[in-house]
């Protein structure tokens, strides 16, 4: 004989399942590191003899992202950077803080550029997530 589940336990269930989700995206745990995307162009701008390149820091999680930061080990340039935007940290010259450490909204990004003979890796490393 098949067990049944009464109409009020299945939308108790459905109510408890609900709440587990909200939950889980309240609490940033569906923010991970694929969560900020950082991407490399050259802009076709020479400055001081090295081609400019624009990095785009996207936040593709469905939470702002707060304190982001990326590695930045043997970060160079010739042109000068908005510190606002990316630089590295006072005690941890390995790790840079993007927008001052400021909330990145869900979709949005943040745009820098830097000259240098080549692109730099700049992998994410950390983030806060602003779930509300």
């Not at 081609?51 to 593709?60: D, G």
């Amino acid at each position: 004989m098949a067990a049944t589940i009464a109409p009020s336990s299945s939308k108790l269930l459905a109510a408890f399942l609900i709440l587990c989700i909200v939950a889980h995206v309240a609490s940033g745990k569906l923010c991970d590191k694929s969560s900020v995307n950082v991407s490399y162009e050259r802009t076709g701008t020479v400055v001081e003899g090295q081609p400019e390149w624009e990095v785009v820091v996207r936040n593709t999680c469905g939470c702002s992202l707060s304190h982001v930061q990326l590695t930045c080990t043997g970060f160079s340039t010739v042109k000068e950077v908005d510190p606002r935007l990316f630089r590295s940290l006072a005690n941890d010259q390995d790790h840079c803080l993007v927008n001052d450490g400021r909330p990145i909204a869900p979709s949005s990004t943040v745009r820098f550029s830097y000259a240098w003979l080549t692109p730099y890796d700049l992998p994410f490393f950390s983030a806060q997530p602003r779930c509300t």
